[in-house]
């Protein structure tokens, strides 16, 4: 049996810079995010491979939003639309990632070598 400590340190190898990042006062997604993150972190059975993969997902996840411009402007956006989906769990942070990625690589245009 696990230690919810030893699942964060074998899960969240982002954990300190998640935490530890500072963010304007007036950005709230970003604060919002990362209480889900918080939550999730310390809401998980460390036991449960499931949560133990979504845990590392949602490492992944958050460590791009902070440090891919493109990704955390997208992010924005979408909650300033006031789509129907708002942020209440981790599950709609990883899809929202997926849906980043696949635009990504639809957007990859080929080279012509002369």
Same mark, same amino acid.
């Given at each position: 049996?696990?230690?919810?400590?030893?699942?964060?340190?074998?899960?969240?190898?982002? $954990?300190?810079?998640? *935490?530890?990042?500072?963010? &304007?006062?007036? !950005?709230?997604?970003?604060?919002?995010?990362?209480?889900?993150?918080?939550?999730?972190?310390?809401?998980?059975? &460390?036991?449960?491979?499931?949560?133990?993969?979504?845990?590392? #997902?949602?490492? #992944?996840?958050?460590?791009?939003?902070?440090?891919?411009?493109?990704? @955390? #402007?997208?992010?924005?956006? @979408? !909650? /300033?639309?006031?789509?129907? /989906? *708002?942020?209440? !769990?981790?599950?709609?942070?990883?899809?929202?990632?997926?849906? $980043?990625?696949? !635009?990504?690589?639809?957007?990859?245009?080929?080279?012509?070598?002369?």
């Amino acid at each position: 049996m696990k230690t919810q400590m030893e699942a964060v340190l074998v899960c969240c190898k982002y $954990y300190d810079f998640i *935490i530890n990042f500072h963010y &304007p006062t007036y !950005d709230y997604v970003t604060e919002k995010l990362i209480n889900i993150y918080q939550e999730f972190i310390f809401g998980m059975n &460390p036991d449960d491979k499931k949560a133990l993969t979504m845990a590392r #997902q949602l490492d #992944q996840v958050m460590y791009v939003y902070l440090t891919t411009k493109h990704f @955390y #402007q997208m992010v924005q956006n @979408y !909650d /300033m639309n006031g789509t129907s /989906m *708002i942020f209440e !769990d981790a599950a709609d942070i990883i899809a929202l990632y997926h849906d $980043y990625i696949k !635009d990504e690589m639809k957007s990859t245009s080929t080279t012509k070598w002369i």
